[in-house]
């Protein structure tokens, strides 16, 4: 009953407060007078007995505003009063609320931006069902052969998925390009011959249709396809009754089985799926690494103990085939996390660019919340005078900036929904086809809580730190004082030093964004040493049924090679295993140094293997360092001689001639031939992620054919128009060898660094905000001290200053202030730069063109801040100056 | 003139639930009340009067309702409520065992 009562009062002060408040002037005002009455009748003059009262009673504002307090036991009312203060406050001073609002709302954006990003492509890169039991399985040969070549032999696979007992399923896989035959043409299409169980591994179902049967995995029986979404709506219109047709694809029908759900491609980018039809020799097979395979653990099962397993497994394996599987330990790594690998530590420096821009917006935001504090201690002295105590003023600051955030976050919102569909849809498919979870990048609800997390912790921090910075204030003084004009010493300091803070925190973050760019335009530059223009690069692979043996691959080769340097324009032609920028891991191998000691086991040297032809080098432009390149001679037949790149020699011939030693491949104890070096040649950038410099062997062709080359063409110019040539040159030879992947070479590297040239896109988008707060920062804090001495100036035009000294005075402040800063902030700057630098390694470098560009740019906008407040000041009329407030 | 930390403030309420226990009363007759049975000794302060009767009629002990007073004005008069008359009962026996356990130390010691 009694609670009952007490909110029904407390509802009624909060909804009547108008009541309220006259009551409470009324109560007091009846003491006052009744006591005044008392007093006249003891026998006090009227003015005495009001004077002798209202000193008795003390400030009545005081006791009405504690009167008020008792009531405040519940927020809500406190909160909207102050919400409805600090809107007012914010609406009177329009100028700083954009500022403010803006610089947090951008902070903000940029965060959600990335974290949308981050996001979807870290977290959340696949749309499977529980992707965190999901995991790659490959056999590992003891050398790390990089993510494109993580294969397993079919029969190891079938083997370890039903004597493991750690899968629940398990689907084996193989990349595949086919032609897709479109009104009278065909078009190269992304696609993966899968094993039946894939997508139920995956957790997907096609949104049309089935997924494949396990009899479709005969031989024979596998002309069925699963479609993209995309590219059923893209190239069949989204025709509802695709179920049943027949496509063709490389030159055969295939019928339509059903349609994926959108945004699903798995591996990316394909777009069709057949069935993984294997006869039983190749499933038998054991010797040849020629599947991927993704697995689903079992609910019990972890990663690691999956590993474990694996390896375990993999032990018994090689007791029981020493001859296939010596050496070979199958590893399980989750998917997603296969997805971190290259990618993490570049979106880690974009997150913490994105954090870079929130900080410098705090720091901004922190001295605009600063200059305006003095010019409120007036308020925040007279509030204190009428009772507002420590709490409510607390109270009301911490309401005031939350607003400011909250208002910041809703724009930062509204801006993120726009940029993230930008961010989305303004960059090529090409470059995003690659990228998993790219579709999937949006604000969602995660996204959109963590926004509001940031914006409340900004807005609390902001609060609490104002009323920090008034603690200790001298109420009779700061009343005392006069206008915001008037220049004590103590005043004149703090401005200083608030133009000094803020040139520090400008450059130290400014530097620390500046490298990061840095570092991304450094990466996109990653194939600086290729010369790739001019370059078409075709692929082709022989099938396996026509050229069974090492002659019949070199004749068509050979011939092939032959006919394409007799098109007219064509420069160099040439085959190599793996061309630079091809975002494939070449495939890499032990080697034995003949007589040399043999070294222990984990020992054994490893490097690179690449296969060209004579005309690789000068085709892409790549020089002979000592020695003589391959030429025709270096047949079958004739001692097997290798090139090794400069720095394999450097590493294992360290102060030797390498010309004339020979090595053979694999371990001491294989019987592969001893090849002898004859030359040195540079080394080439493989891919962006491979270090600069790898070590690598190059066989001659003749002496070590394949069926699958990437054959590339110099021309004087146009290099694209040479395709329906050099397509014409290989139906010639064999109508059914299709070439694929035909694309320039300068086309391959650009979309080989794609991601990073996104994010240095991004990167660069950061370091544009960063420079604008920062100058805002610098030239808002400075204009803003010299526009407080807009009445110091007035009084020096007054007695006669002239107007040159004066603004020659005033921007040598200025640049003072800003070299004191500078000085203080260089030392920071360089250690912040030499600490990212280990974190991020072999991104970032410190870099002193970029430490000197930015103090030089904060000069410029220091002088810049100065000269316009200074020269406006210089204009007013001494008089005005004078009253000027 | 006392300041209001020098009357504690549990003290204060009971004061002021004691003194309106018999009639509805305005502040200021409750500051003189208190003023003249305590023979000058305690003098409330309005700053703490006034904080403690809202404070007390927002824990609804008090309530209040405007009247007519002594020399025909407009005065908001306090009285009890029914669940203030229970707590001022239970208050004054706290504080007799608490006075005369005080008493009892100082004699002793």
């Known amino acids: 009953m009694r609670q009952v009562q007490s909110i029904v009062h407390r509802l009624r002060t909060l909804f009547r407060k108008q009541v309220f408040e006259q009551e409470l002037s009324d109560e007091m005002r009846f003491h006052l007078e009744r006591q005044v009455e008392e007093n006249i009748a003891s026998g006090m003059s009227p003015q005495e007995a009001r004077r002798a009262a209202t000193r008795e009673f003390g400030g009545v504002e005081q006791v009405k505003e504690e009167c008020r307090d008792t009531r405040r036991a519940n927020l809500l009312e406190t909160l909207y009063q102050d919400l409805r203060y600090g809107g007012r406050m914010l609406r009177k001073s329009p100028g700083f609320t954009t500022v403010a609002v803006l610089t947090l709302a951008l902070g903000i954006g940029a965060n959600i931006a990335i974290f949308s990003l981050v996001n979807a492509l870290l977290l959340h890169p696949y749309d499977f069902r529980e992707l965190d039991s999901l995991v790659r399985i490959w056999e590992n040969r003891g050398i790390d052969e990089g993510v494109d070549a993580r294969w397993i032999a079919p029969a190891d696979a079938y083997d370890l998925y039903s004597k493991t007992r750690v899968f629940e399923n398990f689907t084996t896989y193989r990349e595949k390009s086919f032609n897709l035959a479109r009104d009278g043409g065909v078009e190269p299409v992304f696609g993966c011959a899968v094993s039946s169980s894939f997508f139920d591994v995956l957790g997907v179902s096609p949104a049309l249709g089935r997924g494949f049967l396990e009899t479709e995995q005969q031989p024979g029986d596998d002309h069925v396809v699963v479609l993209s979404h995309g590219l059923w709506q893209q190239r069949f219109g989204g025709d509802s009754a695709i179920l049943g047709k027949s496509i063709k694809l490389n030159g055969l029908e295939y019928t339509v089985i059903g349609v994926t759900p959108p945004k699903f491609s798995y591996p990316v980018p394909s777009l069709l799926w057949v069935p993984l039809a294997l006869d039983p020799a190749q499933t038998m097979n054991r010797a040849d690494l020629s599947l991927m395979a993704l697995g689903r653990l079992k609910h019990d099962v972890s990663v690691a103990k999956a590993d474990a397993a694996l390896a375990a497994f993999s032990r018994q394996l090689e007791t029981e085939y020493p001859k296939t599987n010596a050496g070979r330990t199958a590893t399980a790594l989750q998917l997603r996390k296969e997805q971190y690998l290259y990618t993490l530590p570049l979106f880690l420096l974009l997150q913490a660019a994105a954090g870079f821009v929130l900080l410098l917006a705090c720091a901004n935001l922190a001295n605009l919340m600063f200059a305006r504090m003095i010019g409120r201690q007036k308020e925040i002295a007279m509030r204190s005078a009428l009772g507002a105590g420590p709490r409510r003023l607390t109270q009301l600051f911490v309401s005031e900036t939350l607003l400011l955030a909250v208002l910041a976050g809703t724009a930062a919102i509204t801006v993120s929904f726009w940029s993230v569909r930008l961010l989305r849809t303004s960059i090529s498919q090409d470059w995003t086809k690659w990228v998993p979870g790219w579709d999937g990048i949006q604000v969602d609800r995660t996204v959109l809580s963590f926004t509001i997390l940031l914006a409340i912790v900004v807005g609390l921090l902001f609060g609490l730190a104002t009323v920090l910075s008034t603690n200790g204030l001298n109420l009779s003084k700061t009343l005392k004082e006069a206008g915001p004009g008037s220049m004590t010493r103590a005043k004149g300091r703090l401005r200083s030093t608030l133009v000094v803070t803020q040139v520090v925190f400008a450059l130290v973050l400014l530097v620390c964004a500046g490298l990061t760019i840095q570092g991304f335009v450094r990466l996109s530059e990653v194939y600086a040493g290729l010369q790739p223009t001019d370059v078409l690069k075709v692929e082709i692979a022989l099938p396996e049924k026509s050229y069974a043996t090492n002659t019949r691959i070199t004749n068509f080769y050979q011939q092939f090679l032959h006919s394409a340097v007799a098109i007219p324009g064509v420069k160099e032609t040439a085959l190599i295993s793996n061309p630079p920028a091809s975002n494939v891991d070449s495939g890499t191998t032990f080697f034995t140094i003949e007589n040399r000691p043999a070294p222990k086991t984990n020992e054994t040297p490893s490097a690179t293997l690449e296969i060209a032809t004579p005309g690789y080098f000068p085709a892409l432009h790549i020089p002979l360092l000592a020695g003589r390149l391959f030429s025709e001679a270096d047949t079958a037949s004739v001692e097997q001689v290798v090139l090794i790149s400069r720095s394999l020699a450097a590493r294992d011939w360290p102060g030797e001639d390498p010309l004339g030693k020979r090595f053979k491949l694999g371990k001491p104890d294989s019987n592969e031939p001893w090849l002898k070096i004859i030359g040195i040649i540079a080394d080439v950038r493989q891919n962006w992620w491979n270090p600069p410099a790898l070590p690598t062997i190059y066989r001659p062709f003749l002496q070590a054919p394949q069926r699958g080359m990437a054959f590339l063409l110099r021309s004087g110019s146009n290099p694209a128009g040479y395709v329906s040539a050099v397509r014409e040159a290989i139906r010639q030879l064999d109508p059914d060898v299709s070439p694929r992947g035909i694309n320039t070479l300068e086309g391959e590297v650009t979309d080989s660094i794609g991601i990073i040239r996104i994010m240095g896109i991004l990167m660069g988008v950061f370091g544009l905000v960063a420079l604008m707060l920062c100058s805002v920062g610098v030239y808002g804090v400075l204009s803003e001290s010299v526009a407080q001495r807009t009445r110091e100036i007035g009084i020096r035009l007054a007695l006669g200053a002239n107007p040159p000294d004066l603004m020659k005075m005033v921007l040598g402040q200025a640049l003072r202030l800003t070299i004191i800063g500078l000085a203080i902030a260089l030392p920071m700057a360089f250690a912040a730069g030499r600490l990212m630098g280990a974190v991020v390694f072999g991104i970032v470098r410190l870099d002193f063109i970029v430490l000197a560009g930015v103090a030089i740019l904060l000069i410029l906008v220091a002088l810049i801040a100065g000269f316009f407040p200074a020269r406006r000041a210089l204009k007013i009329d001494p008089v005005m100056a004078l009253r000027y407030e | ?109």
Not at chain 2, 5 to 10: E, H, K, W
Not at chain 2, 33 to 61: C, D, M, T
Not at chain 2, 92 to 105: C, K, T
Request: charge should be positive; charged fraction near 20%; avoid cysteine.
């Open chain 2, 1 to 109: 003139m006392t300041k209001p930390t020098d009357l504690v403030q549990g003290t204060l309420d009971l004061l002021i639930l004691k003194t309106i226990a018999l009639e509805p009363m305005h502040g200021w007759a409750i500051a003189q009340r208190i003023r003249h049975v305590s023979k000058n000794v305690l003098q409330v302060n309005q700053g703490a009067l006034y904080p403690a009767l809202h404070r007390l009629e927002q824990q609804a002990w008090i309530q209040s309702k405007w009247g007519e007073s002594e020399n025909n004005r407009r005065a908001k008069y306090y009285s009890l409520t029914r669940a203030g008359r229970k707590y001022l009962q239970a208050e004054e026996s706290n504080w007799e065992r608490l006075s005369s356990a005080i008493g009892l130390v100082l004699k002793t010691v």
